[in-house]
Every structure is written in C-alpha cells, then in structure tokens.
C-alpha cells in the first residue's frame, strides 16, 4: 500500500492517474461472507424504504398490504429494477460499495441493464433453490449459481 501511495503522490493526484492504478491492483474474488454482508445492507438500504414505502404510501396499511396479491411482487420487481441500474451504471450497489465489491462479466466486459436484470431473476431463482446461494462456500472460483449461468463474478480491490 506504501509503494502504491507514494506512486500516486509523485504522479499527482489526477482522477486518470487514481484509476489507472486502481485498474492495475490485483482482483481478488470476493467471499461467501463478503456478499453477504453487502446483500444485507442492500437490503436494509435498498429493499426495507421501498417495503415501508408501497406499505403505508401506496397501499395505505400494513394489513392491506399483507392482503395484496401484487404488493409484494411489486416491491421485488422494483428493488430489482433499483439493484439492475446500480449495477448497469456504477458496477455496485450500496452494500457492495461498503465492502469495495464490483460485479462484472469474465471477460471484463461491462454489464447492461438487461443483462444485470437477468442477473437479479437468476439470483431470486438462486435464492429459492438455496443450494444456488450457498455454492461460493465449496467453489474455488467463489461463483453462485447465477454467476456460473451468465459469466460474471463478484471482484474485491484488493
């Protein structure tokens, strides 16, 4: 971290000189326990405003909201709408911000909205199988189910 630092303090601090040496830091592919933890943040951030949000905003009540047939699909549609455009625009959501995590495809090549979208569907289908969640604990390449279907993976800076 030494070397890095004084590398960038004699190049001057310039936002393309920050990013070509980020660029440059090795990748390290980010744990079970690392994803979880920015799942749950996103949740807390992300998914919990939105419930609040279409519970006593839009619905009106708790307990019309617990009657809705399409309230709580609503809600998982939007959040995953809210998580596909941070991950088309910025590669992150908030949690991953928080543990320095990026999602991208295996050829390095960026993540659309359709395709980050999908992305979502595959980890809801993932989450319902549940094997699907828990397979970065015995794979050597950390990959879920739905990282394996459509080729991205979960970097750490590091």
């Known amino acids: 971290m030494s070397k890095q630092w004084r590398k960038l303090k004699k190049q001057g601090f310039s936002k393309t000189s920050i990013e070509s040496n980020l660029t440059n830091k090795t990748e390290i592919l980010a744990t079970f326990w690392e994803r979880g933890k920015a799942q749950v943040i996103d949740t807390f951030m992300i998914y919990l405003p939105l419930l609040y ?46 543990y320095d995590l990026w999602v991208r495809r295996n050829e390095n090549q960026p ?33 879920a189910l739905h990282d394996l279907i459509l080729k991205t993976s979960v970097y750490k800076k590091g």
């Open 53 to 98: 949000f279409l519970t006593y905003v839009v619905i009106g009540s708790a307990q019309g909201f617990r009657e809705s047939q399409w309230g709580p699909l609503i809600a998982v549609l939007i959040y995953g709408v809210i998580v596909a455009l941070l991950i088309a625009t910025k590669g992150q959501t908030p949690g991953k911000k928080a």
């Open 111 to 143: 993540i659309g909205f359709f395709f980050s979208l999908l992305r979502f569907f595959l980890f809801l289908f993932s989450g319902f199988t549940l094997v699907g969640l828990l397979m970065p604990l015995w794979r050597k390449d950390k990959k």
